[in-house]
């Protein structure tokens, strides 16, 4: 299992803290802060409790100090996987609480378990507190610019989405259901990974804008139809995210057309992806190549954004944003056209952002020759 490096996130957690005092946050809120939501303690600790196990939903508690240094609460029902993935030293000291054993009685509410006895701090960034909006700002920012770490993750993520969208290209069929398709992705996703692993996303048939994509069902797939392949892979809480649309079948003129006009658009957008410009310039840059074919009324969404830890996440390639690209942001270019009676389409790759321009993350093919 790859894992977030100990020492990198001890450098998270020195940047969030001089961060945190730089405008004065420290003095409204002074340290130690104490931080409970799950991506906060998987960026600054690594700390990540695996969906598959009966730890699922539950977490972690963080006492941050004013040097980066921090105390690590858990109960004792976690997987012994979170002290791999989060272990002690690099400036963090692990406690683990009972609570329960399987043999006597549960010392209270499963939930509350990781509050040390006695806890009478709030919790920073839960939404009730003063100081939660500027915190998931200053994390927010912070983590734009991925580390080493993450991005090898984001890489180990990607693998085995390729996995899954071979896979697919090579076994999609008339006949067949979407969840069929799900199921066969999903399945060389998890061999792939080596682990089980979450594959969640838009398996579906688009007949156009009133489907743009969705989770898999029991919908056969007919000859002609377009299927709009999006989907992301999970791997220690990193993703990547990236799309093709497969022609069930030979695909039709007007759908070769469409691939020609999204293919076009990923180019002029990945034309935008430097260091310094605007996301709004990357929208625009997409959104012309609609324009000038007469198509960009059904163009109705993104024309990609940031991912990494959730998704989506800044930077938003939309027509108002305020974003401007950083290094090693990670991103999506996602364009796609819904026309009536024709069907649908979306194409999309991952990128990272460097100091010359970008790096291309996702290699699965998109068109479809």
């Known amino acids: 299992m790859r894992s977030a490096d100990p020492e990198a996130s001890f450098q998270r957690r020195k940047a969030f803290c001089a961060a945190w005092g730089a405008y004065g946050n420290a003095e409204a809120n ?3 802060l104490f931080l409970a939501d799950s991506v906060h303690l998987s960026y600054l600790t690594g700390f990540w409790v695996d969906p598959f196990s009966l730890g699922a939903g539950f977490g972690a508690l963080l006492q941050l100090n004013a040097d980066g240094t921090g105390i690590l609460t858990h109960h004792d029902r976690l997987p012994d996987e979170v002290e791999t993935i989060a272990p ?5 000291k692990r406690v683990v609480r009972p609570w329960y054993d399987g043999v006597h009685a549960p010392r ?5 378990a990781m509050l040390p006895e006695g ?3 709030r919790i920073h960034d839960l939404p009730d507190h003063p100081a939660a909006k500027q915190l998931f700002e200053t994390i927010g920012n912070l983590r734009r610019s991925k580390y080493p770490d993450e991005l090898a993750l984001i890489r180990t993520a990607i693998c085995a989405q390729e996995a899954g969208h071979t896979w697919a290209r090579a076994n999609i069929r008339p006949g ?22 979450i594959t969640y996303g838009d398996f579906a048939v688009s007949p156009g804008p009133e489907r743009k994509g969705g989770p898999p069902t029991g919908r056969i797939l007919n000859e002609g139809d377009l299927f709009i392949l999006d989907f992301s892979v999970v791997i220690a809480g990193y993703r990547g995210d990236f799309t093709t649309t497969l022609a069930v079948g030979a695909p039709s003129r007007k759908a070769r057309e469409m691939m020609d006009l999204c293919l076009g658009a990923l180019g002029a957008g990945e034309r935008e992806l430097i260091e310094g410009n605007s996301a709004r310039a990357v929208h625009a840059a997409v959104n012309a190549v609609f324009q000038k074919a007469g198509l960009d009324q059904y163009f109705g969404h993104h024309a990609g954004h940031g991912l990494g830890l959730t998704h989506p996440e800044a930077p938003f390639f939309v027509s108002d944003s305020q974003d401007t690209l950083v290094e090693n942001d ?17 194409i999309e790759r991952n990128y990272r952002i460097t100091a010359s321009g970008h790096e291309r ?3 699965h093919r998109i068109a479809f020759d």
């Open 330 to 346: 990670v991103v999506t270019l996602e364009p796609g056209l819904y026309i009536p009676g024709q069907g649908g389409m979306r």
């Open 361 to 363: 993350l996702s290699h």
């Open 119 to 121: 806890f009478a701090s």
């Open 108 to 112: 209270g509410a499963r939930a509350l």
């Open 176 to 197: 067949m259901s979407e969840l069929e398709l799900y199921a066969g992705v999903a399945r060389e996703a998890t061999l792939t990974a080596g682990r089980a692993v």
């Open 88 to 92: 002690e030293g690099c400036g963090l």
């Open 30 to 32: 002074p340290f130690p």
